[in-house]
Structures are given as C-alpha cells and as structure tokens.
C-alpha cells in the first residue's frame, strides 16, 4: 500500500479554509471542467477531468464531511479506484490553520505492485495532493 502524507500552514481561519476546501474541485487550478455533480452538509460528489503528461484522466470522488475538521474523500471511478484521501483540518489560532492530507491507495497486482504503487504515487497522487494544497494556499490567500 502507498501512503503519502503532505502539510501546509495558511495564514486564515479555519471556518474561511474549510469553505474553500468544500468548493473541491472548482478552486484547484488545472482541474478542467471538473463540477461537484452533489453537495451537502455532510457529503460531496465530485467529477474530476485531469491532464498529466499530456493525457487526459477523469474520475469521481465521494467524500464524508465533518465541519471545520475533516474530509474523507475516497474516488469511486477512475484509474486510482479505491484511492482514499483524508483532510485535516487543525485551528493553530484564530488566523491559522493547518491542514493535512493522508493518501492511501493500494494497486491489486500478484508482482510489483509495491514498486508499481511506488511509480504511481510518486508521477501521479504526490504532483496532485501538492497541487490541491498549493491551490488551496492561493485560494485562501484572496
């Protein structure tokens, strides 16, 4: 199993950050025509359209909600089906917030799936999970 956990500190409250995170993946720059297909208080579906290297990627992300504490997102289609991906949220003050993202994702193959986890989280899920904090970083900062 591949596990890659990444961390940013952002100069807002944590109420502003988590409102922010909830429009995933309309603040993420690069994401074309993604769309939340549903949201609640407590749930999300999203659809996610993605290049890399040049090829397109789409897949569709369900998440539990908790304000101002977590989001589990776990994709339900796509190349990475099964990928869960967990944002904390941590009030540092009243103008601070960190926010932390745990990816886990597992490929099913008899041989190599350890180094194959390995290329893919490093080419793929790592470029992605640095994008989504960098974006949510710019975003908050507006």
């Known amino acids: 199993m591949f596990e890659l956990e990444k961390t940013t500190i952002l100069d807002r409250d944590i109420q502003t950050v988590f409102e922010i995170a909830e429009s995933y ?3 993420v720059s690069g994401y074309r025509d993604s769309q939340i297909l549903n949201s ?3 749930s999300q579906l999203v659809k996610i359209n993605k290049r890399f ?3 397109p990627f789409s897949w569709v992300g369900r998440a539990e909600k908790e304000k101002n504490k977590v989001i589990k997102w ?4 796509g190349p990475l089906k099964g990928l869960k991906a967990t944002w904390l949220f941590q009030r540092i003050d009243e103008q601070m917030t960190r926010v932390k993202i745990v990816s886990q994702f597992e490929i099913k193959a008899l ?4 180094f194959l986890e390995t290329i893919v989280g490093c080419l793929f899920v790592k470029p992605t999970v640095e994008q989504i904090l960098e974006s949510l970083k710019i975003s908050s900062q507006n």
């Open 53 to 55: 290297f040049g090829f």
């Open 40 to 42: 609640t208080q407590f």
């Open 74 to 77: 776990t994709q339900t289609s």
């Open 25 to 27: 993946p309309l603040f």
């Open 111 to 114: 041989l190599l799936s350890g």
